[in-house]
């Protein structure tokens, strides 16, 4: 399966602090997206970054994309209590035109 | 700022009926896809349409699914037979180009019984 990995399924912090989820996938990629999911909600795209980048912003968001290892994390910084929501890695493959989800990562921030 | 939108919101239909799942994407984009997710778990692609043909579909996507743009805006999803494992929600997207950031609509619930 070409389905990436993401690694905490959960994760829940407190407020203010950062949260940290990471995604592995298995073939090589043209670009590695991030999506948000609100619950019962549609998906939102946060931040793409293509192959040839290392790392991208947005805002509080820091994407990291390291194609060696086949991996990328999302770090969220001074998390608040409205970043609740899962979270998804999605992998677009060499000579593809679909996205790949990964598995995602609920996380749950506490007031 | 322009959205994707799906009809109907929640439909609840017996096994062995015919459903169809509407989506009007937005209006410039080209490339038109539906993905399903099991309750509130995996995202999984189900088929990919470009250039009023498919270009990709799943395993998911047997003989029971088609889709449809029939006129310049709608695209539709029609699953001929439902079956029990068919509920779920299910995702139109669009995207200006096939490798960029994917527009989703907020989803129509399947449920069948």
């Known amino acids: 399966s070409q389905q990436g990995e993401e690694d905490p399924q959960a994760l829940s912090i407190q407020e203010g602090e950062n949260a940290t989820m990471n995604c592995s996938y298995k073939t090589s990629i043209n670009n590695l997206q991030w999506y948000r999911q609100n619950s019962g909600r549609g998906l939102v795209h946060l931040i793409l970054?293509?192959?040839?980048?290392r790392e991208k912003h947005s805002g509080r968001l820091r994407v990291t994309l390291d194609t060696s290892k086949k991996s990328s994390s999302l770090l969220i910084t001074a998390s608040r209590a409205a970043d609740t929501a899962s979270y998804f890695c999605?992998?677009?493959?060499?000579?593809?035109?679909?996205?790949?989800f990964g598995t995602g990562t609920r996380l749950q921030v506490f007031p | 700022e322009p959205e994707v939108t799906q009809t109907p919101s929640h439909q609840v239909t017996q096994m062995g009926q015919e459903v169809i799942l509407r989506c009007v994407p937005i209006?410039?984009?080209?490339?038109f896809y539906w993905y399903r997710q099991i309750l509130g778990q995996k995202v999984e692609f189900l088929v990919s349409?470009?250039?009023?043909?498919?270009?990709?579909k799943s395993e998911i996507f047997d003989d029971q699914f088609s889709v449809e743009r029939p006129d310049g805006s709608n695209f539709t999803l029609k699953i001929r037979s439902t079956k029990l494992e068919d509920s779920a929600m299910y995702f139109c997207?669009?995207?200006?180009?096939?490798?960029?950031?994917?527009?989703f609509g907020e989803g129509s619930r399947l449920t069948v019984l």
């Open positions: 970054i293509r192959s040839n980048e």
């Open positions: 997207a669009s995207s200006d180009s096939g490798i960029g950031e994917l527009f």
């Open positions: 209006s410039n984009h080209l490339y």
């Open positions: 999605a992998t677009v493959f060499i000579g593809g035109d679909k996205l790949i």
């Open positions: 349409f470009y250039n009023n043909e498919i270009s990709e």
